[in-house]
Antibody
Framework: EVQLVESGGAVVQPGGSLRLSCVGS????????FNWVRQAPGQGLEWVAN????????YYADSVKGRFTISRDNVDNSVFLQMNNLRDEDTAIYFC???????????????WGQGTLVLVSS | IVMTQSPLSLAVTPGEPASISCRSS???????????LDWYVQRPGQSPQLLIY???QRASGVPDRFSASGSGTDFTLKISRVEADDVGVYYC?????????FGQGTRLEIK
């Protein structure tokens, strides 16, 4: 069974940093593309970033480019989102999502984690 | 690419059909003949779930009450007979460009 478990969400002050983690199990982690998708309170879904199998291909939404960095560790079956210079508008539940099939990137959000809450507040 | 859904909410009697429209600001038809349009549902308190990909292909485990159609810039999700478990917010999403974008969401309620 495919499982994605996010962690690292917390309350952080504006301008602060946070690192989110997502651990995958039930599949060969190194063969899949991963995404982060967020959802502000009471709002819709916004794609944030993705990282392909090789890690050389990474893409970011304009709203986070230059502030967020996505990375992965295929030994620990983990994908990370380093978030710097956080703003009020970054407050959201952050979901980790895995693409399908292996070695491909579409559909991009075949499996989802349960999400982790980031609250940016002074 | 801007995705626009309508209606933003609808209330449906169980057993009746429902339909949601999605329009993209540019064509989602790839040169390979596929439309890179997905539909997701987020049920209350849950993570989103993939329903439809490539415009009309049901994801595994999705009941055949759900169908989707369309090409280019205009797409439709249909539920043939709404059930209580279908309550949630439905999103269309373009995957033609890696900077994926979602529609605003359509909230489905049961009358």
């Amino acid at each position: 069974e495919v499982q994605l478990v996010e962690s690292g969400g917390a309350v952080v002050q504006p301008g602060g940093s946070l690192r989110l983690s997502c651990v995958g199990s039930g599949f060969t982690f190194s063969r899949y593309t991963f995404n982060w998708v967020r959802q502000a309170p009471g709002q819709g879904l916004e794609w944030v970033a993705n990282i392909h199998v090789s890690s050389t291909r990474r893409y970011y939404a304009d709203s986070v480019k230059g502030r967020f960095t996505i990375s992965r560790d295929n030994v620990d079956n983990s994908v990370f989102l380093q978030m710097n210079n956080l703003r009020d508008e970054d407050t959201a539940i952050y979901f980790c999502a895995r693409a399908s099939p292996p070695d491909g990137d579409y559909p991009p959000f075949r499996f989802w984690g349960q999400g982790t809450l980031v609250l940016v507040s002074s | 690419i801007v995705m626009t859904q309508s209606p933003l909410s609808l209330a449906v009697t169980p057993g009746e059909p429902a339909s949601i429209s999605c329009r993209s600001s540019q064509s989602l038809l790839h040169s390979n003949g596929n439309n890179y349009l997905d539909w997701y549902v987020q049920r209350p308190g849950q993570s989103p779930q993939l329903l439809i990909y490539l415009g009309s292909q049901r994801a595994s485990g999705v009941p055949d009450r759900f169908s989707a159609s369309g090409s280019g810039t205009d797409f439709t999700l249909k539920i043939s007979r709404v059930e209580a478990d279908d309550v949630g917010v439905y999103y269309c999403m373009q995957a033609l460009l890696t900077l994926y974008t979602f529609g605003q969401g359509t909230r489905l309620e049961i009358k």
